[in-house]
């Protein structure tokens, strides 16, 4: 009976050793790792909580722009942190919905450090510009301001990449906590701490200061004070870190939309122009004037990469140059109306613009009253595409911008030509400011431009580029009057010969189901 007994005992004990065997194999199996990065999903994010310590975490989506760079960031990471208490993974927000929107990690890019399995404390981590960064941020944030102590200023500021120095008298003042706060959450940025005091005064520094060098030049020196936020210092480095003018391009935009600086000035303009220095010049002056409030970017519109920007901010080749202000917060934007980008110009526009007198650029300027009761109509951006694409109606229609000397030279030219349709009522004269109303069609040259709409159901625009006089612009308008006469009359024989088409299919099937019926 007792051999019976200890013979049950073993069999049970080796039951639970196989069935505890199948479940670590279970479990070594559900957490799949690509190059030592975890791939994680709802079902086994609870269980890689559990086994880690340290659990950093990588939301991303496939098709979202930074999504590939950053997952080369997270590979090189997981390689360099191989055999620490951090483990790197992965989620597919894309396909693992629930999870995302559980975690409030929805709006991907997100990178956040689970610290022993809490999973509704997580500590968000900057989003990364290399490995690096991320060893540096885990090590920062376990560390203190003792860590980033120096005694030899000179290989520090050496660099091409910016260096921030604190130069501080205690390093338990208050001053420091926040300094080291900052370098935390600013992985990509060198920080070291300096408290020799021959070398603060070589630099004639009476207080804590935190000060900017790059390339061994000294750019800028932040006074700080008890008063001194965190973020106050962020903004500082992250705006004097660039340039005061910076390109738009793939390596920049990361930089630029996660500046803290939220209103941009961004200038429009064809570098290879022959005015192009005079330009930059001008832009780069007033952006000196305005650093810590508004971010001043370049854009190229000849660089074929900056189409979709170009296309966001409804700005065509041609137009250039020209300066637009948006905030990132409410995606406002602002036109500089005036021809003339010079640095007095620009430094009011923005002045305007911080102080809340500029003027936003609308989609569409609000409906004119009595628009259609003088001999030229008042279009705008909600009217355009209803009058100019009318089937029965020849609209001839001037684009313009009230800023320019050319456009508004051409005011009593097309006066003149209204007046000589005004007995024609399929002819309608228009026109609309191209500063103030989006438009969703494309002029192709600069402004002022004409552009005629003929009476068809076919939607047709005509650029004409004929000669700016009255006996030019009536032979023009009279040849396509015609010319759409006889397209015309083949739209409508096409037409006809649909709907018989229509009637005659109509009819065959009622006839098919009499005969079924029957």
């Known amino acids: 009976m007792t051999r019976l007994s200890l013979l049950g005992v073993t069999a049970f004990c080796f039951c639970v050793f196989v069935a505890s065997g199948h479940k670590d194999q279970k479990e070594a199996k559900s957490l799949l790792e690509k190059d030592g990065v975890l791939q994680l999903e709802k079902a086994n994010f609870n269980r890689a909580l559990k086994k880690y310590k340290q659990l950093l975490v990588h939301f991303y989506a496939p098709l979202s722009g930074d999504a590939h760079r950053l997952s080369e960031v997270f590979q090189r990471a997981a390689a360099d942190l191989h055999g620490s208490e951090v483990k790197l993974a992965s989620v597919d927000v894309t396909k693992d919905k629930d999870l995302a929107k559980e975690l409030n990690a929805t709006s991907a890019p997100h990178i956040r450090l689970y610290l022993f399995g809490d999973k509704h404390n997580a500590v968000p981590c900057p989003v990364p510009q290399s490995s690096t960064s991320i060893v540096t941020w885990l090590k920062r944030r376990a560390g203190s301001a003792a860590d980033l102590v120096i005694t030899d200023l000179s290989q520090s500021v050496s660099s091409e990449e910016p260096r921030v120095i604190g130069f501080f008298k205690e390093l338990t003042s208050e001053c420091v906590q926040v300094f080291y706060t900052a370098a935390v959450n600013l992985?990509?940025?060198?920080?070291?701490?300096?408290?020799?005091?021959?070398?603060?005064?070589?630099?004639?520094?009476?207080?804590?200061?935190?000060?900017?060098?790059?390339?061994?030049?000294?750019?800028?020196?932040?006074?700080m004070t008890p008063q001194t936020s965190t973020e106050d210092l962020i903004t500082f480095v992250t705006v004097y870190?660039?340039?005061?003018?910076?390109?738009?391009?793939?390596?920049?935009?990361?930089?630029?939309?996660?500046?803290?600086?939220?209103?941009?000035?961004?200038?429009?303009?064809?570098?290879?122009?022959?005015?192009?220095?005079?330009?930059?010049s001008a832009f780069h002056h007033a952006a000196e004037a305005f650093r810590m409030k508004i971010l001043f970017v370049l854009v190229n519109v000849f660089e074929p990469r900056n189409g979709r920007l170009m296309e966001y901010f409804r700005v065509r080749d041609f137009e250039a140059p020209l300066v637009r202000l948006v905030n990132l917060t409410d995606h406002v934007t602002y036109h500089l109306p005036s021809d003339t980008l010079d640095a007095d110009t620009i430094k009011t526009f923005c002045q305007s613009y911080l102080d809340g007198k500029a003027k936003p650029k609308m989609q569409s300027e609000p409906i004119p009253d009595g628009w259609d009761k003088r001999p030229v109509k008042e279009l705008v951006g909600s009217t355009l595409e209803e009058v100019a694409f009318h089937p029965n109606k020849t609209v001839f229609v001037l684009f313009y911008v009230p800023y320019s000397p050319e456009s508004?030279?051409?005011?009593?030219?097309?006066?003149?030509?209204?007046?000589?349709?005004?007995?024609?009522?399929?002819?309608?004269?228009?026109r609309i400011d191209a500063s103030a109303n989006d438009i969703n069609m494309s002029v192709q040259r600069a402004y002022p431009s004409f552009c005629l709409f003929p009476a068809l159901h076919a939607e047709r625009a005509l650029i004409y580029t004929g000669e700016r006089k009255l006996k030019d612009l009536l032979h023009f308008v009279h040849e396509e009057m015609e010319k759409a006469r006889k397209d015309r009359m083949k739209e409508d024989d096409d037409r006809r010969k649909y709907k018989e088409a229509l009637k005659a299919e109509e009819e065959k099937k009622k006839s098919n189901a009499t005969k079924d019926e029957l």
């Not at 005061?244 to 941009?264: I, R």
């Not at 508004?408 to 228009?430: M, P, T």
Request: charged share 20%; net charge negative; no cysteine.
């Open 241 to 280: 870190q660039m340039d005061p003018v910076t390109e738009y391009s793939g390596k920049t935009a990361s930089q630029l939309l996660s500046s803290p600086v939220l209103n941009h000035a961004l200038l429009f303009v064809n570098k290879s122009s022959a005015d192009f220095q005079e330009l930059y």
């Open 187 to 223: 992985p990509d940025v060198s920080f070291a701490v300096m408290q020799s005091s021959d070398v603060i005064s070589s630099y004639d520094v009476t207080h804590d200061a935190a000060l900017l060098f790059k390339r061994s030049e000294l750019i800028q020196v932040f006074k």
């Open 408 to 430: 508004r030279g051409v005011f009593s030219l097309w006066e003149e030509l209204a007046q000589a349709f005004e007995e024609h009522d399929d002819v309608v004269i228009a």
